[in-house]
């Protein structure tokens, strides 16, 4: 006789499905990105340098003044763009030209510039070319002492530089006519005069075969490489 066992499992009962509709997550907003480090948001001041501040193109880039043509020299105005307002005429070169012009020559101070910066610069310039043609003529230098740089700067303030050779040998010429060059410079001069050419408006050239040079009183003999002071003033 046989005992009945147990009965056997029936399945597992399974959860029904969840039809009900989920609810979405929430989107954000669109929104501006953050700029990436080292770069900036158009108009705003670039980072891209350290330790600068510079201004990015913006909508209006082509309105504001470049580097470029920020004037040089003694008191550069402000909106120094043609056609901007308190800008000049021309373009930056012809600008620059007219004002070292103005510098060199005694001319009038060029419109927008400030004309005390502009003086000073002009004396500072005339009072460096006194000491550059010193280096050349050092014993014209020398027979003014300390009125040199005035007296060269009268002379020189409406004449634009040719190099400091040339301007001191302009000016001891001048000086000559006028019966005013210092005795101490006229074998200085009478040198150059029988060691190089110079006709005032070229450039010198050295001398070839003997030659004599006056100035002033003094007289000076060269021959090949000798040069002889036979008289001085």
Known sequence: MTTPGPPAPGPLPTAAPNTAPSDPLPMAAPGPVPPMPGTA?????????????????????????????AAVGAGAPEGDHAGQPGGGPGSLAERQAALVEALTSQGSVPPGFDAFRFEAARVALLRKRAGEVSRQWPMLAAGFGDRWKREFAEWAAARPTQGSLRDGWDFARELVRQRALPAIAAAELAEREATVRYDGLSAPKPRRGPAVGVAAGAVVVRAGRKVWVVRRS
């Open 41 to 69: 948001a158009p108009g705003s001041l670039s980072t891209a340098v350290p330790g600068t501040l510079r201004p990015t193109p913006g909508p209006d880039a082509d309105d504001r003044p470049s580097g470029d043509d």
